[in-house]
């Protein structure tokens, strides 16, 4: 009796911790729906992408991945190695009727290098999009919800902003934050409005003139988007939203106390997924400001990130 009293006092308690926790939230459920899990790529649909399929012009594709390898800075302590290993070929031990084959064996960080953001990335207080709690859905095994393998293929009207053409520079300065008027006016310049279910990206030319030159200093800071700009953009009710840069956000942040207030914006508060480190240089080197962005990841049960190589078709 004492242990049934015990086991129902510890429920209620429970209860009362969580209702507690919901009480002090002020986090509003996902217009997608409470049990939504994808967010913003609830736009895409067949009729959608058979639009934006016909800004295809000249079938000319760019790969928007950067090429990583266990030198490449990321986000601290992120890292890799690759070992390539021929098994049970010890000896010129030949299993396969003669043949011989490589395989290889990946240690590393999901988050490294070109990279997509996923909905249980980035939160506050331990809430994730559509009021997740991590305590719900965090597993060390991986997450329950909110994973990777949720996100469906991204195919979508993609466009490139170059900000550091609007700036009259190969590259924005490490810090320098672009505003949302500056995105405005990079919308009108180049004739490229940003719409509903877009991808976005943001050149700035920061990996172009850094990554190899300055590979720590590329780590260590970046140019990127105010806090106002992720706020538009979400208004506009994009899908995604990408840079050339790290973080996207700027680094340091504009109020240092509160660093990328963008990836609360965009994942956590409305479902829009982030992309870094995009190559978006040879985009705006031939003007190919207007495209379909085709991703489609690997889908790792439970992974909060993942390395992509998404691929642009004008």
């Known amino acids: 009796m004492k242990h049934v009293n015990r086991s129902m006092a510890l429920g209620v308690l429970s209860l009362a911790m969580t209702a507690q926790a919901m009480a002090g939230s002020d986090c509003q459920p996902s217009k997608w729906g409470a049990d939504d899990e994808v967010g913003n790529a609830n736009l895409i649909d067949a009729a959608s992408v058979l639009k934006a399929a016909e800004l295809i012009k000249t079938g000319q594709t760019y790969s928007l991945g950067i090429t990583i390898d266990s030198a490449t800075p990321a986000f601290p302590p992120r890292g890799l190695?690759?070992?390539?290993?021929?098994?049970?070929q010890q000896d010129g031990a030949e299993p396969l009727f003669g043949y011989t084959y490589n395989d290889d064996i990946f240690t590393g960080w999901l988050g490294i290098g070109s990279q997509l953001d996923g909905l249980g990335h980035f939160g506050t207080d331990h809430e994730y999009y559509n009021c997740n709690r991590a305590?719900?859905?965090?597993?060390?095994?991986?997450l329950t919800r909110l994973g990777i393998e949720k996100v469906p293929p991204i195919v979508?009207?993609?466009?490139?902003?170059?900000m550091a053409a609007h700036h009259g520079v190969d590259h924005l300065a490490?810090?320098?934050?672009?505003?949302?008027?500056d995105v405005q006016a990079v919308e009108k310049r180049q004739g490229t409005p940003v719409r509903e279910g877009d991808v976005v990206l943001f050149h700035t030319?920061?990996?172009?003139?850094?990554?190899?030159?300055?590979?720590?200093?590329?780590?260590?800071?970046?140019?990127?988007?105010?806090?106002?700009?992720a706020e538009y953009?979400?208004?506009?009710?994009?899908?995604a939203v990408g840079s050339d840069t790290w973080g996207l956000d700027v680094v340091p942040a504009e109020h240092p106390q509160k660093p990328f207030p963008g990836h609360v914006t965009l994942l956590q508060k409305h479902g829009i997924y982030i992309l870094e480190t995009m190559n978006t240089g040879p985009l705006v080197r031939d003007g190919a400001y207007e495209f379909l962005f085709v991703l489609g990841q690997a889908k790792v049960r439970g992974a909060v990130q993942m390395i992509i190589n998404p691929v642009a078709i004008r």
């Open 81 to 88: 190695s690759l070992t390539v290993v021929q098994p049970n």
């Open 174 to 181: 490490a810090g320098q934050a672009f505003s949302v008027e």
């Open 205 to 229: 030319g920061w990996t172009d003139a850094k990554l190899d030159a300055e590979p720590a200093l590329w780590a260590s800071t970046a140019p990127g988007s105010s806090a106002a700009v």
């Open 156 to 162: 979508a009207r993609g466009i490139v902003l170059d």
């Open 233 to 239: 953009l979400a208004g506009r009710n994009v899908v």
């Open 135 to 142: 305590a719900d859905f965090s597993a060390i095994t991986g």
